[in-house]
């Protein structure tokens, strides 16, 4: 199985979750042109899709449902509160409601190959959920759009054996920033957005032995920079009583715009 952010931030997120037969994206909310150029650098093409894995109805996250719906017919994975707040959207266009495949956050379900799990998450969405995905005993987590965490979460992507999590802002770029007061208080929220060191300290949860590749994903490009993620979450690691060093894994940040590193497990 393989893992891979074909863009990752606050201007647009979609990740890639396969198997050597079956092949997912989580979002789409870039255009179906960046989707198909990211899906080409992996041996893919938009057509080998069989589904797209949606985690909720904000535009960073669903900017081509709309055209990937309406040119290649894929099936669209998501809770009825996420379809609700797609459908209501002008901007999407018409789509084939008969794309719409409904599911329920804690209850899995299998496209072909792959056993998905959505698991809910605290965001200022109408029923947003984050994914897991399992096949032939390995398992890849994809968490971003959380305000804060809880044993739901923790339980949701205990054992994966690589994780894409929010890092989505430093504190004090922040509260220091140019954003109105109200929106600095919607991120901070527990139905905002995960800070950096609030991503260390769910990660310090969530190590084990056999996590292969943790991507800082989600970044603000306002609020945040590589660098401060990286070393805000190895220093919460580091601080944490856990027996774990941040050394001990391999732990990079996903790129805004391009395509990462693929990870596969």
Do not use: W
Not at 178 to 205: F, V
């Amino acid at each position: 199985m393989r893992i891979c952010s074909i863009a990752s931030g606050s201007s647009g997120n979609c990740i890639y979750v396969g198997s050597d037969n079956t092949h997912v994206i989580i979002d789409a909310g870039i255009s179906g042109k960046r989707i198909e150029e990211g899906l080409n650098q992996l041996g893919l093409s938009t057509s080998d899709l069989s589904g797209i894995l949606i985690t909720h109805e904000h535009s960073d996250h669903i900017a081509s449902i709309g055209v990937l719906a309406r040119k290649y017919g894929l099936p669209m994975y998501a809770t009825a509160g996420t379809i609700k707040g797609i459908t209501s959207q002008k901007g999407v266009g018409l789509i084939d409601m008969s794309l719409f495949k409904e599911i329920s956050a804690d209850t899995s379900f299998m496209i072909d190959d792959l056993c998905v799990k959505p698991v809910g998450v605290s965001h200022d969405a109408l029923d947003p959920v984050a994914y897991r995905v399992d096949h032939g005993g390995e398992s890849v987590g994809v968490c971003t759009d959380l305000g804060t965490y809880d044993d739901r979460i923790i339980r949701g992507f205990s054992g994966v054996n690589a994780l894409v999590i929010e890092a989505n802002h430093d504190v004090n770029m922040l509260q220091v920033g140019r954003y109105p007061y109200i929106l600095k208080q919607r991120i901070l929220s527990d139905k905002g957005h995960l800070s950096n060191e609030n991503c260390g300290r769910l990660l310090c949860r969530l190590l084990h032995d056999d996590l292969k590749s943790i991507t800082l994903g989600h970044l603000s490009a306002e609020n945040n920079l590589a660098e401060l993620a990286y070393e805000a979450v190895r220093l919460e690691i580091m601080m944490d009583e856990c027996e774990y060093d941040p050394s001990d894994f391999d732990i990079k940040v996903a790129l805004r715009s391009e395509l990462s590193q693929p990870v596969a497990v």
